[in-house]
């Protein structure tokens, strides 16, 4: 499957919550729920987890209430990086960095958890590198 990049960064071919990646493995859905709790402290039930990404105008969303895709649809905007006011508060809301999970986890966090419940999510590097890469064009 092709990087699909989410509006603020995600990588929606790498999360276990991405259709296609559901209808591969559905028992994803209950590994996730505990991942997300684990790691982001909320909790979605396992029947609830199934999203066709935030590019999708007529699918399902895993989260309705996300304050970034609205925003970068009416600035016209592919994602974040190229937003005038990156970093803003909504962004701010979303951004993920190992580095400040694996502060908050005492006993580490393995490489197979990071893979799974952290990478499709770390997007603020994501964002600064594409962010570079515009500049640099």
């Known amino acids: 499957m092709d990087e699909i990049l989410s509006r603020c960064g995600y990588r929606c071919d790498l999360c276990l919550a991405y259709r296609p990646n559901i209808e ?18 909320f909790r979605v039930p396992a029947e609830k987890i199934i999203c066709d990404g935030c590019w999708t105008e007529k699918g399902r969303l895993l989260d309705d209430e996300c304050p970034v895709r ?26 993920v960095t190992f580095e400040d999970l694996a502060a908050k986890m005492e006993g580490g966090i393995s490489n197979e958890d990071r893979s799974l419940f952290i990478f499709p999510y770390e997007n603020k590097v994501r964002l600064l590198l594409i962010r570079n890469e515009e500049k640099n064009q």
């Open 24 to 41: 591969k493995n559905y028992g994803n859905q209950q590994l996730l729920s505990d991942g997300w709790f684990r790691y982001f402290g």
């Open 70 to 95: 609205p925003c970068v649809i009416e600035h016209g905007l592919v994602n974040c990086a190229t937003c005038q006011n990156f970093i803003c508060e909504k962004l701010e809301e979303r951004l």
